[in-house]
């Protein structure tokens, strides 16, 4: 089981920058892709980012596309998963969630969810 807690959100201002993290620990050697999401007030779960085990490919919905930047690293016991948000738009603003995807066997995956954390863009 891996646990993932997400810091970083805020409240800041249209243009601002803000940078996600997202702590995995536990059976973090399960973790194959991980994701950001996101949910704006009165929508749907988004997916905003994706970026695989070896960190060689990664993917951006159209909407964050030249904006976000999703990146991981990790160390001896954890796995840390980062959102670079640039040129923040009032649309941005949603409860942004961490996602990883578990091999718990040969042909067996899960999903762990993170709480999630609040970004408000606003003037």
């Known amino acids: 089981q891996v646990h993932l807690v997400e810091s970083g959100g805020g409240l800041v201002q249209p243009v601002d920058s803000l940078r996600l993290s997202c702590e995995a620990s536990g059976s973090t050697y399960q973790i194959t892709g991980m994701k950001w999401y996101r949910q704006a007030p009165g929508k749907g779960r988004e997916l905003v980012a994706s970026i695989n085990s070896g960190s060689r490919s990664s993917n951006y919905a159209n909407s964050v596309k030249g904006r976000f930047t999703i990146s991981r690293d990790s160390t001896k016991n954890t796995v840390n998963l980062y959102l670079q948000m640039n040129s923040l738009k009032p649309e941005d603003t949603a409860v942004y969630y961490c996602?990883?995807?578990?091999?718990?066997?040969?042909?067996?995956?899960?999903?762990?969810w993170g709480q999630g954390t609040l970004v408000t863009v606003s003037p």
């Open positions: 996602n990883a995807r578990l091999q718990v066997s040969i042909e067996s995956y899960v999903e762990e």
